[in-house]
């Protein structure tokens, strides 16, 4: 066991996960090797780019001068796989789509399924300072679309994480310029330390679009000449613009001990404050810089002598770097003049990554932090690049500094008694405005931490046995699950996977803690991809007796070729599964399986669909979680609508090289056990469900189980449609929505059939234009919810269509007619197979400007269970969900049904009956089968079109004329005022 000297009993806060995205790399391996290999990823601007913004190609621009370092499709994100529609992505600072996956990736490398975490007190704390894209939305597209708001404002970064994942913690999005990051890391360990959340992900986000940024940097004479970063060189001329992120998960140490969590590294000391009044807004003063070092390494009782690295600030400014070392030399001297063992000359190197990558500003922080844990867990410093003769500003001969030139072993600093500290590194980071930040880094060494744990009454996770009845005994099969949302994604995974997999056979791996091929390994990989990934669609279980076992199999099928032990399904082809739900019989069945170790069985019925409680397979075993490849994201472009590259939308990504069309997934409800509620939040638990009927996986929505609103929260049709500009598809102003049963009817001629099919092609480029899609993107037979029609944009749609047409469709009609063919047939009045009965139009009297009230009762009310079966079909859709996942029984709050879709929905079931239900009702009737009956009363011996007061709430229809979706003659008349 390392002798670990000066660790303090699991104080600290635990890194357990890492999420991460720079240029030419996209895991924490993959950046170790760019800086063990000492290669600089800044380039020239990618031609792409220059069709972003004018001003890089406008005369005298930044084209061809600009250098940097540059993400590849940076304009790209999965939206389909967070349920979010082409149309938002598109108004979606790509920050806020970077930020969204880093976090999922955080998760999961942490070793945990998001839906874990669903309802807990996790905290997010982002760093963002850059806003290129709200520049160039209001420069070249549409600044007042309604998603706008949400899509541009900074404040979202953070909270469009907590809302997605549904985290109940502190959320905040920090701007200190580049110490933004690690000022966002420093909030988060406070948090942590108050208790205000019980783990939290932090980091930034940093995406560089505008070339007047570049020039304006240019101009002050702040960026590199030649384009590369030269930290501490004589040469050094100014820093270099970079991209990328990272979110970190984190937990205190205690915590994380005791559960046995994965950890990449241990925060010690964490700090900020700022320089006061200088002699500018924008040079650093060195005091606070020194001052700032010494309260963190004091109040962490970490000696000065023990930290063997420092990553600083490092820009390469010729005045810069020189200040920063200043401050750092006033700070070791403070605090080594009264310590025992003096630190010695070269005891303490110093580096910078943005040598490497350039400077990733209000992400900046965060690479440094990351380039030391990769440093630590090989035990290796890389290289500063670009040094050639130090800066004459700079004297380091009467300190412990060294700039480290070249890669070299990592040797730990020494106590008077000649034993070895663990590894430490102090990280640095300043913002232009004054603010600073430092962390406290030290190596996370899992036998001397477990013996630490040991001491403490939370310390329930030991290290586990090494006996090989436990780990590679070719009798002991170890089933090793797989999952994604298409089958390409799968096999990717696969290859990802067996990539890892074959790094750490060849040592790829320095730290016993991510050890796969030691004892344990193969056990420890499958635990950790059984409890710690979410279970998607299509899905594969390898049944491995080894870590050879498990690589030759995933080359197989990553590679296409047969693996008899290797079992694939698709969730929700084999529908026989649901009778296995709740059934006492099957559960014993199940168990019995397990004791007999018959794992095939197993694998087949999880690959099927049904949910296992993995822990049932380590009754006598301890094993732990790994930091493992996360979820390759599908890449589609998403850009500003109308701009000159936004019709671009290929998929060039590295993670896939196919989109997938498949509709969103719901999220599967809260686990159960034994028939109880789990409490989500205590613990990060897996499902504990035997097993239960197939579910689809948590991905590509937005969480199940979130309460409704208050109407006055709800963003009703008329106040929502207020805001959008649909001047493309109408000759016209836009006319406001009213209610269904007090809808105005615009008089004019239908089109006849035979101009049928010139009516389908002017829907499909309506349709086309207000989805920001080409025409031939959108078939005529496809549903409307498979290319992206979400309720509030189909209200757009619905009133250009009812503009050029006359017609009088409600938005509603895109659920009971679902593609542009039954739309079509539905204003000619022919009503093909897909929607029913032949009915002709409804002849109105009067002329064609004329304005009448539509008081017609389109349907008859059936019997109560009929009324269940169509309002459980029409509530599926609305909610994007199979109608098997929406139980009668289920309440609509824990299936996702909000205040505004519930708008949608009513105006459906309002349209279809005749009614005028409010929409308070559902909260008043809060399931299915309490609905129906009521639904049914309201529609009995009702007379056709008669209103019935009581169904109106006042204030709901007040907010109708504040908003301008009424004016007071119709409110009058609804009210019967």
């Given amino acids: 066991m390392t002798d670990m000297k000066g660790v303090n009993e699991n104080n600290g806060i635990a890194i357990v996960g890492v999420g991460l995205r720079f240029p030419g790399a996209e895991s924490l391996t993959g950046f ?31 084209a061809n001068r600009v250098r940097g370092g540059f993400l590849a499709d940076a304009d790209a994100f999965d939206a389909s796989f967070f349920g979010i529609s082409p149309r938002e992505a598109m108004y979606m600072d790509p920050q806020q789509r970077f930020a969204l996956e880093l976090a999922w990736k955080a998760v999961e490398d942490a070793g945990y399924q998001a839906s874990a975490l669903q309802g807990s007190r996790t905290g997010v704390f982002m760093g963002v300072a850059n806003t290129d894209y709200t520049e160039l939305l209001e420069k070249q597209g549409d600044a007042f679309d309604a998603c706008v708001p949400t899509g541009t404002s900074s404040a979202i970064i953070a909270n469009r994480v907590s ?26 360990v406070r948090a942590l330390e108050r208790g205000d959340c019980d783990q939290a992900l932090a980091g930034g986000v940093n995406l560089c679009w505008s070339g007047r940024r570049f020039t304006a940097l240019r101009r002050n004479g702040m960026l590199s000449e030649n384009g590369l970063c030269k930290a501490f060189d004589a040469s050094a001329d100014g820093y270099v613009r970079a991209e990328g992120g990272a979110v970190i998960m984190l937990k205190p140490l205690a915590t994380a001990l005791a559960a046995g969590d994965a950890i990449h590294a241990v ?60 401050g750092l030399k006033t700070a070791f001297s403070r605090l080594t003049e009264h310590e025992e063992v003096p630190a010695k000359p070269s005891s303490c190197g110093l580096g910078s990554v943005k040598t490497n990558l350039g400077h990733l500003e209000s992400a900046a922080g965060i690479a440094g932090m990351l380039k030391v844990i990769a440093a630590m867990r090989h035990r290796t410093l890389p290289a500063t690049l670009h040094f050639d003769q130090l800066n004459p500003l700079i004297r380091l001969d009467d300190s412990p500094f060294y700039i480290v030139e070249r890669t070299q072993p990592w040797q730990p600093g020494k106590g008077g008694d000649g034993e070895p500290h663990p590894l430490r590194a102090g990280v640095s980071s300043f913002g232009f405005g004054g603010s600073n930040a430092h962390v406290l880094l030290e190596a996370y060494e899992p036998q001397a931490y477990q013996a630490q744990a040991g001491k403490g009454e939370q310390a329930d996770y030991a290290e586990p046995a090494t006996d090989a009845a436990l780990d590679e005994a070719a009798d002991v099969l170890r089933l090793v699950p797989l999952s994604a949302k298409d089958s390409e994604q799968l096999r990717l995974m696969a290859r990802n996977l067996l990539d890892d997999l074959r790094g750490s056979e060849e040592g790829g791996r320095a730290s016993a803690s991510q050890d796969r091929t030691g004892p344990g390994g193969l056990r420890d990989i499958a635990y950790t991809l059984q409890v710690g990934r979410e279970a998607m669609t299509h899905r594969a279980v390898f049944l491995a007796a080894g870590h050879s076992d498990l690589v030759a199999q995933l080359d197989a099928f990553a590679h296409d070729r047969q693996a008899p032990d290797v079992r694939l399904g698709v969730v929700g082809q084999d529908q026989r599964l649901s009778l296995l739900a709740g059934d006492e019989d099957a559960t014993a069945m199940f168990r019995s399986w397990i004791e007999k170790r018959k794992l095939a069985k197993v694998a087949e019925l999880w690959t099927l669909g049904c949910d296992i409680d993995w822990n049932l397979l380590y009754v006598d075993e301890t094993p732990r979680r790994l930091h493992l490849p996360t979820y390759p994201f599908m890449r589609r472009k998403y850009w500003i609508p109308g701009s000159s590259v936004e019709g671009e939308r290929t998929l060039p990504s590295s993670d896939t090289s196919t989109a997938s069309s ?90 006849d059939r035979a101009d049928r099919a010139e009516l389908e092609r002017q829907l499909v480029q309506s349709l086309a234009e207000v989805l920001y899609l080409e025409p031939a993107e959108v078939d005529v037979d496809q549903r409307f919810i498979d290319i992206g029609l979400d309720s509030v944009i189909a209200v757009e749609w619905i009133r250009a269509v009812n503009d050029r047409f006359g017609a009088d469709l409600s938005a509603s009609h895109v659920y009971d007619f679902p593609s542009v063919r039954a739309l079509a047939g539905e204003l000619v009045g022919v009503r093909d197979s897909l929607t029913g009965a032949v009915e002709a139009p409804e002849a109105v009297p009067g002329p064609a400007d004329e304005a009448v009230l539509d008081t017609t009762v389109r349907h008859t009310a059936p019997d109560t269970a009929s009324l269940e079966t169509a309002l459980t079909e029409s509530l599926a859709e609305a909610l994007f969900m199979a109608k098997a996942d929406v139980a009668v029984d289920g309440k609509f709050v824990d299936i996702g049904l909000d205040s505004i879709i519930a708008v949608e929905w009513m105006n459906t079931v309002n349209t279809r009956y005749g009614t005028s239900l409010p929409v308070a009702a559902v909260y008043e009737y809060p399931t299915i089968r309490e609905f129906a009956v009521h639904l049914a009363q309201r529609s009995n011996g009702r007379k056709p079109g008669a209103a019935e007061s009581s169904d109106f709430d006042i204030d709901h229809v007040l907010r109708q004329v504040q908003s301008g979706s009424l004016d007071l003659e119709q409110a009058e008349r609804m009210l019967q005022l």
């Avoid at 701007?175 to 420093?186: E, F, G, I, K, P």
């Avoid at 003063?285 to 600030?313: F, G, K, M, R």
């Avoid at 197939?694 to 199940?704: H, L, V």
């Fill in 32 to 62: 170790w090797s760019q800086l063990a290999d000492e290669r600089c990823v800044v380039g020239d601007l990618p031609a792409v780019r220059r069709d972003s913004d004018e001003s890089f190609s406008a005369p005298g621009g930044e």
């Fill in 163 to 188: 809302y997605w994942f549904d985290f109940r913690g502190p959320s905040l999005t920090v701007d200190t310029a580049c110490a933004s990051s690690l000022v966002a890391v420093h909030q988060a």
């Fill in 267 to 326: 925060i010690k000391g964490i700090g900020t404050n700022h320089g006061g009044r200088t002699n500018s807004l924008t040079i650093t003063n060195p005091q606070a810089h020194a001052d700032l070092i010494c309260s963190v390494y004091a109040e962490a009782d970490v000696a000065a002598s023990s930290i063997s690295y420092i990553e600083t600030h490092g820009p390469g400014t010729p005045l810069g770097d020189p200040i920063e070392i200043h």
């Fill in 662 to 751: 498949e509709r969103p997934e719901p999220r599967p409800s809260k686990t159960v056990v034994a028939g109880i509620p789990a409490t989500v939040g205590t613990a990060l638990q897996s499902p504990a469900a035997v097993v239960s009927a197939p579910k689809r996986g948590f991905i590509a929505e937005k969480p199940r189980a979130i309460p409704l609103r208050e109407l006055s929260e709800a963003g009703l049709d008329g106040a929502k449609d207020q805001s959008r500009d649909v001047s493309r598809l109408t000759p016209g102003e836009t006319p406001a929505a009213v209610p269904t049963s007090w809808r105005i009817r615009k008089v004019a001629p239908a089109p």
